[in-house]
Each structure stands twice: as structure tokens, then as C-alpha cells.
T-cell receptor, first 114, second 111 residues
């Protein structure tokens, strides 16, 4: 099993550009989520999904869109990148919603918005 | 106001020098408290879950304990490979299950 994979590992964007961060898991987990991690702050939840076709907002959803068409994939879209979105983004998956003890994180995507 | 506060922010130890990391929380009802380890450039890795005051969990040189207001991660005779950032997160009972993470403690163990 590859676990949770994320692409790309690094990305530089200009303000206003759009892009999609990819996340995939091969553990047949129902729950997937996106976090951002900023210096001096804890991980903050952006969006999450409790199953294919179901998504909901976390603490900091503004500026991000998600969709979940399959169990395996949970892409995060930035429609118009802003410097405030410079961060490290982590995708995570879990067998079920609410079970943080079994949450598996991907390796992260480091995004810089100029 | 932070609901989860970790201290110290950074800790330097000599190999074999035991110490403790603290995670204090202010949520009204605790569903669970979680400890993760995060190595540089990697995603967090789950260590422990604690659900009720008095509970303890152990793994190798690490031992996590929980009271009604805080959790401690005790590191006994640490080795350089224990160097990492340790994250604490809490889930509030009756809520949306969204975990609140602390800012982490960066631990460096010198040989």
C-alpha cells in the first residue's frame, strides 16, 4: 500500500493563478480531509469528506474548493491563488469520520504564492 | 484564544535526559486527545489517543498521560532519533469532530 499520496511536492504560483492539489489513498478509507500548516500555528482543517459525493467545510474553507467523485481521490482546488494561501498542505484519510486516532497523513505539498 | 496550548515551544535535551512535553486544553467536554509526531518535511504520524482522565498509553520511550485539563508526553532516556515536532490535538464532545491542533513542541535530542 502506498498510503496517502500527494502531488506535487512543491509548487510556486503567481497571485490569481489557479491550481489543483492532488490527494489519493489506497486504503479504502471513507473519510478524507485537507489541512494547512502555517509557521507558529496548528494544523487547520480546510475541507473534509465523509464519503464519495459528500463534502463539508472545515475551519478555513474560503478560497478553496473540493469534490469527491471516488473513494480514492480528494483534490483541493485553488481558484484564484493569494499570497495568504502560501502554506504547507496536508491531506489525510481515516477509516471513519471522527476517528482522529486512525488518521493517516500524506507527505504534504509546499505551496508558495507570489 | 487557543483551545490547545503546547509547551515548551522548543526543547533541547541531551541523549538520555528524560523530560516531559505539555498539552493543555480548554474545551468544555473532551471526546479525545491525540498525540502525533512530525518529522521535518513529512506529514504527522499518529502516536496515541487518550479518552479519559487518568488514562496512560506507552510506546517505547514515550508515555502519554491525561488529566482533566492537560496531557503530558513523557520521554524517557531519549535518543537522537526521537528528535521531531510533537503535536497535540483535541476533539470536543458533542461537536463536529473537527480536531483542534496545538502549535507543537520541537524536540531536539543531542548525542
Amino acid at each position: 500500500n502506498a498510503g496517502v499520496t500527494q502531488t506535487p511536492k512543491f509548487q510556486v504560483l503567481k497571485t490569481g493563478q489557479s491550481m489543483t492539489l492532488q490527494c489519493a489513498q489506497d486504503m479504502n478509507h471513507e473519510y478524507m480531509s485537507w489541512y494547512r500548516q502555517d509557521p507558529g500555528m496548528g494544523l487547520r482543517l480546510i475541507h473534509y469528506s465523509v464519503g464519495a459525493g459528500i463534502t463539508d467545510q472545515g475551519e478555513v474553507p474560503n478560497g478553496y474548493n473540493v469534490s469527491r467523485s471516488t473513494t480514492e481521490d480528494f483534490p483541493l482546488r485553488l481558484l484564484s491563488a493569494a499570497p495568504s494561501q502560501t502554506s504547507v498542505y496536508f491531506c489525510a484519510s481515516s477509516p471513519q469520520w471522527g476517528r482522529s486516532d486512525t488518521q493517516y497523513f500524506g507527505p504534504g505539498t509546499r505551496l508558495t504564492v507570489l | 484564544e487557543d483551545q490547545v496550548t503546547q509547551s515548551p515551544e522548543a526543547l533541547r535535551l541531551q541523549e538520555g535526559e528524560s523530560s516531559s512535553l505539555n498539552c493543555s486544553y480548554t474545551v468544555s467536554g473532551l471526546r479525545g486527545l491525540f498525540w502525533y509526531r512530525q518529522d521535518p518535511g513529512k506529514g504527522p504520524e499518529f502516536l496515541f489517543t487518550l479518552y479519559s482522565a487518568g488514562e496512560e498509553k506507552e510506546k517505547e520511550r514515550l508515555k502519554a498521560t491525561l488529566t482533566k485539563k492537560e496531557s503530558f508526553l513523557h520521554i524517557t532516556a531519549p535518543k537522537p532519533e526521537d528528535s521531531a515536532t510533537y503535536l497535540c490535538a483535541v476533539q470536543q464532545s458533542g461537536g463536529s469532530y473537527i480536531p483542534t491542533f496545538g502549535r507543537g513542541t520541537s524536540l531536539i535530542v543531542h548525542p
